[in-house]
């Protein structure tokens, strides 16, 4: 007896169902976890997962911090570059800041859990507190030397023409001292909490300083990656902490600089990216060579 065509129709589409969810809910994914226990696929497939006298202390991928209890550098180890992913290198929080080139103005409110701080205050408190662990200078253009971003409101007569009548360091409170003590003539003021400058007419201007053009604090040393799991720094972060590790684990610095060497990759396929060096390799090498004191 031939079935209605309704009938038939629908058969037709639960087979359809049936063999796509074997196909593709059964048969790739088995078929893509056996690929990747073939041999030179199986460790980064397993996430290259690193393990000490039985005990995975991290992974070759998965970037982490290497700071205390309180959240401080540990200063015998290499340090990453900052992380946005959660409370850093979450992985099942991986983003970005979201914040870009023009977020230059911290949110004061009345509230402190309501502030926030703008992406330049973020990379100028960032250098200076790296500039101080390695004992560099830790100044960049744009950023006052108690590390936020150097930034007034002015307010002129006319808007954004005439004589300028009042200026505010949107980035600074009380107890802090203005980083310029006036602006063409006007006595800078410090910002108060829950006001908006912005909003009222203030002319956004950062102000460059006299920092070096070069800061001596590398960029992935003060900025996040997009992913916020990054494991590797640059070359020229692992040089400015070379030092520093060496002096608080009593080695030669020329053998330390020598353990970087050693963990620096080069570009990818000889041209792709930049070289870099995978902070947990370097410091689980470095708990090997030389033990801290």
Not at 233 to 242: G, K, M, T
Request: glycine share 10%; aromatic share 6%; net charge negative.
């Amino acid at each position: 007896m031939r079935l209605p065509t309704w009938i038939a129709q629908h058969l037709a589409a639960l087979r359809a169902v049936l063999v796509f969810t074997v196909l593709l809910g059964l048969v790739y994914p088995l078929a893509l976890v056996a690929l990747g226990q073939l041999p030179g696929l199986n460790h980064k497939a397993d996430g290259s997962l690193i393990t000490v006298g039985g005990t995975t202390v991290g992974s070759a991928l998965i970037g982490q911090s290497f700071t205390d209890a309180d959240g401080n550098p540990v200063a015998r180890y290499f340090q990453s570059r900052p992380s946005a992913a959660g409370d850093g290198y979450d992985p099942t929080s991986t983003s970005a800041s979201n914040l870009g080139p023009e977020s230059v103005v911290d949110t004061i409110a009345t509230d402190p859990e309501e502030s926030s701080e703008s992406l330049l205050t973020q990379v100028c408190g960032r250098s200076k507190a790296v500039g101080e662990l390695n004992g560099v200078d830790g100044r960049r253009p744009f950023c006052t030397d108690d590390g936020v971003g150097a930034v007034l409101a002015v307010f002129r007569a006319d808007g954004l023409t005439g004589t300028v009548t009042r200026v505010v360091s949107v980035n600074q409170t009380a107890p802090a001292t203005p980083f310029v003590s006036s602006y063409q003539g006007v006595t800078v003021e410090l910002a108060k909490p829950g006001e908006d400058y912005v909003a009222a007419g203030g002319v956004v201007t950062p102000i460059r300083g006299d920092a070096p053009a070069d800061p001596a604090v590398p960029a992935d040393a003060v900025t996040a990656s997009a992913s916020g799991l990054d494991p590797q720094i640059s070359p020229a972060y692992a040089e400015l902490q070379v030092n520093r590790v060496a002096r608080e684990r009593g080695a030669d610095p020329a053998a330390v600089r020598k353990l970087v060497r050693e963990h620096t990759d080069g570009r990818s396929l000889g041209f792709m990216g930049e070289p870099s060096v995978n902070v947990l390799e370097l410091n689980l090498a470095l708990d090997k060579q030389f033990a801290a004191r």
